[in-house]
Structures are given as C-alpha cells and as structure tokens.
C-alpha cells in the first residue's frame, strides 16, 4: 500500500536504547505505535519527559532531533511498530 514513511520497524520484546532516528527526515515526523500486554515507558531524554507508552498509545515525534528510548519493563509483551 501507499506509505509515507521510508520503512516500518517491528520491535518485539526488546528495550530501545537512547537514540536518534538517522533515516528519518528532520522535517516530518515519526509514527511510533505500542501493541501488545506490557507496561513500558517512552522516554525523551532530550526534554527529561517520561510517557505512559501502554498498548493503543501512538505517538509523532521527530526522531532524527529529539534522543528518545523505551527501557526495561516490567510486566507483558511489547510489540511497537516504528
């Protein structure tokens, strides 16, 4: 189907480390959707905020600008889409 992103990451179970996004344009904005049973957070560290991240949370973000990850939980399975 017709898509305007680059490409679509499926992450399961895995912490996301801080990071920039490199393949995204600085211009536009990231889609970061969490699926699945778990009760992780999104951090941006760049502006010291912490997020619910439950499932059914969407979230846009510049990810090549903004450092941004999602530690360790502790309960469920974590599916985001990115």
Not at 62 to 77: D, F, I, R
Request: net charge negative.
């Amino acid at each position: 189907w017709p898509s305007i992103y680059v490409s679509i990451d499926v992450i399961v179970n895995q912490e996301t480390p801080p990071h920039l996004d490199k393949v995204s344009a600085p211009s536009l904005l990231d889609l970061l959707v969490s699926l699945g049973t778990h009760d992780a957070q999104f951090h941006i560290g760049d502006l010291g905020s912490i997020f619910g991240y439950q499932p059914g949370t969407m979230i846009y973000l510049a990810g090549q600008l903004l450092c941004h990850s999602v530690p360790k939980w502790e309960n469920g399975e974590r599916i985001a889409l990115a």
